[in-house]
C-alpha cells in the first residue's frame, strides 16, 4: 500500500509519538483531577472501577483512535470522514469529529484556568509566599486566590498564549525536544515527592484510602465519574490521540505504543494519590475537598520539607508543563482541520481558536467569584464544562469510535494498520472494540440515567 504522509509534519520516531502522546495523556487530569475526584468518590473502590475502564475501555479506544489518524494522515474531521468513505460508509461520521473540536474548547477553556492557578503557585513558591504554611492558611491562600477574578484572568491569558505560541509553531523540535527532558523530570521529582509522604504519619492512611475497595462506596454517578476520567486522562474521545496518530511513523507497532502511554499515566496518577492523601490525612483535611485538594495540600508538604521552597518550585513548574503539553494536544485538531480546510497559515488559526477558548475560559474563572451564582443544570460554568466533556462528550465520543473502527471500518484497514505479530491479539482487540468496550460505556451510561431520573 502506498504510503501516506500528513501536510502537517510527521514525529521523528515512534518514541517521540510515544512521549508526546504521554505529554498529551499526563496532565493536570492525573496530579490535580484524579486525587480529588478519588477522594470526593469515596477511595479505593473508585480507583478500582477506574483501572478496569482504562484496561477495557481505554486501550482499545486508544488503538483505534490512532489507527484511524494514521490511516487518514489528516485532522479527526477529516480522517473520521476518509476512512467512512473509503470502507463504503457515511461521509456523516465526521460528526464525531466536530463533536471533539467541541470538547476540546469546553476543556481547554476550563483547564487553562487550573494551569493559571498552577502558573500563580509557580510564581508563589519562587518568592517564598508558602513558607512553612499551615493548612489552614494554605486553605485561605487558595480561597484568596479563586476570589480574585483579575489574577486569575492574568493567569488564564498567559496559558492560553503559551498554548497559541506551540500550536502556531506547528508540530515542531521544540515540543518533543522539550518532552523528551521534562516528562521524565516530572516523574523523579513525583518519587521524590513519593519519599517524602512515605515517612508522613498518614502514609497508611492515605495507601488505604486509594486501595482498600470499599463497595458500599460506588453509585452509578461514581462509576461513569470513573468512567469519564479513564476518557479524560488517557486524552481519548475528541480526536487529540487521532491527531497525534496521523503523525505516527507507518512502522510503529500500535498496540505495544498505546499500552506504555497508558501504563505510564496510571503510574503517575497512582503516584500522585500516594503522594497527596498521605499529606492530606497527616495533616488532619478533608480528602472530599475538591479542586482544591492539591492546591492546599502539597503547598503544606514543602513548607515542611527541608528545602521545600526549591522542591515547591521546581514541582509546581512541572505540573504546569504537563498541563502545557496536554493542552497543545487539545487544540491541535482544530488548529489542524482549518489549516487542511482553508489553507490557512497556523498563526491566524491559533488566533481565532484561542480567542474562543480564552472567552469561554473568562466565564470558568468567574464561576469562582462574580458569576458564582450563574448555574447551568445545577453547576458553576466551571463544574458544568468539566462535568459535560468528561461524563458525557468524551464516553460518546469514544463509543461511537469503538462502534465505527469495530463495524464500520473495513476489517483490512484495522488488520493493516495493528498488524501484530501475533494474529491472537488483533483478534482479542477486535472482539474487545465490537462488543465489550462498546456495551460498557452503554451499560455505565444507561444505569446513570436510569439511576439520576429515579
Ligand atoms: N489527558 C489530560 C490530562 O490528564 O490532564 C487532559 C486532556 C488532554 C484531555 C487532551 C483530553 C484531551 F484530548
Known amino acids: 500500500m502506498e504510503e501516506k504522509q500528513s501536510i502537517h509534519g510527521a514525529w521523528a520516531s515512534r518514541w517521540i509519538f510515544i512521549l508526546a502522546a504521554t505529554g498529551s495523556a499526563v496532565g493536570l487530569g492525573n496530579i490535580w483531577k484524579f486525587p480529588y475526584i478519588t477522594g470526593e468518590n469515596g477511595g479505593g473502590a473508585f480507583v478500582l472501577v477506574y483501572l478496569l475502564c482504562i484496561l477495557v475501555v481505554g486501550v482499545p479506544i486508544m488503538m483505534a483512535e490512532v489507527l484511524i489518524g494514521r490511516h487518514a494522515r489528516k485532522s479527526p474531521i477529516n480522517a473520521m470522514h476518509d476512512v467512512a468513505i473509503s ?50 492558611d494554605a486553605g485561605k491562600a487558595f480561597e484568596g486566590l479563586l476570589s480574585n477574578p483579575q489574577t486569575l484572568l492574568i493567569w488564564h491569558s498567559v496559558f492560553i498564549v503559551m498554548v497559541m505560541l506551540v500550536i502556531a509553531g ?12 521534562l516528562m521524565p523530570a516530572l516523574f523523579v521529582l513525583l518519587l521524590v515527592m513519593l519519599a517524602y509522604a512515605s515517612q508522613t504519619s498518614g502514609f497508611h492512611a492515605g495507601w488505604d484510602f486509594l486501595f482498600h475497595f470499599d463497595p458500599s462506596q460506588l453509585s452509578w454517578e461514581s462509576i461513569l465519574v470513573a468512567m469519564g476520567h479513564a476518557f479524560f486522562t488517557l486524552s481519548l474521545g475528541m480526536g487529540a490521540i487521532m491527531a497525534y496518530g496521523s503523525y505516527m511513523p507507518k512502522k510503529t507497532a500500535i498496540g505495544t505504543a498505546v499500552i506504555t502511554i497508558a501504563l505510564m499515566d496510571t503510574v503517575v496518577a497512582l503516584v500522585a494519590g500516594l503522594v497527596i492523601f498521605p499529606i492530606v490525612f497527616t495533616n488532619g483535611m478533608d480528602p472530599g475537598a475538591g ?65 474562543i477558548i480564552w472567552s469561554i475560559g473568562i466565564a470558568a474563572l468567574g464561576s469562582f467569584n462574580v458569576i458564582a451564582d450563574v448555574k447551568l443544570f445545577g453547576f458553576t460554568v466551571f463544574d458544568f464544562l468539566d462535568f459535560i466533556t468528561a461524563n458525557i462528550m468524551l464516553p460518546l465520543g469514544g463509543l461511537f469510535i469503538a462502534l465505527f473502527t469495530g463495524w464500520m471500518v473495513k476489517r483490512q484497514i484495522s488488520e493493516d494498520e495493528l498488524a501484530f505479530s501475533a494474529n491472537a491479539w488483533y483478534r482479542a482487540w477486535y472482539i474487545t472494540i465490537r462488543y465489550i468496550t462498546p456495551v460498557a460505556v452503554a451499560i455505565i451510561f444507561v444505569f446513570n440515567l436510569l439511576d439520576t431520573l429515579k
Open 87 to 136: 470502507s463504503g460508509k457515511s461521509g456523516l461520521w465526521s460528526m464525531v469529529g466536530w463533536m471533539g473540536v467541541l470538547a476540546g474548547f469546553f476543556i481547554l477553556s476550563f483547564y487553562s484556568v487550573v494551569a493559571g492557578w498552577v502558573l500563580h503557585y509557580i510564581a508563589g513558591m519562587g518568592v517564598g509566599d508558602y513558607a512553612a504554611i499551615s493548612s489552614d
Open 170 to 181: 506547528g508540530v515542531e523540535k521544540g515540543l518533543e525536544n522539550a518532552v523528551k527532558f
Open 291 to 355: 479542586p482544591g485538594l492539591m492546591f492546599v495540600t502539597l503547598p503544606v508538604a514543602f513548607g515542611q520539607m527541608p528545602s521545600g521552597q526549591i522542591f515547591g518550585f521546581v514541582f509546581f513548574l512541572l505540573v504546569g508543563i504537563a498541563a502545557w503539553t496536554s493542552a497543545i494536544s487539545l487544540l491541535e485538531p482544530a488548529a489542524a482541520w482549518l489549516v487542511e480546510k482553508f489553507g490557512w497559515h497556523r498563526i491566524p488559526a491559533c488566533i481565532v481558536l484561542g480567542l
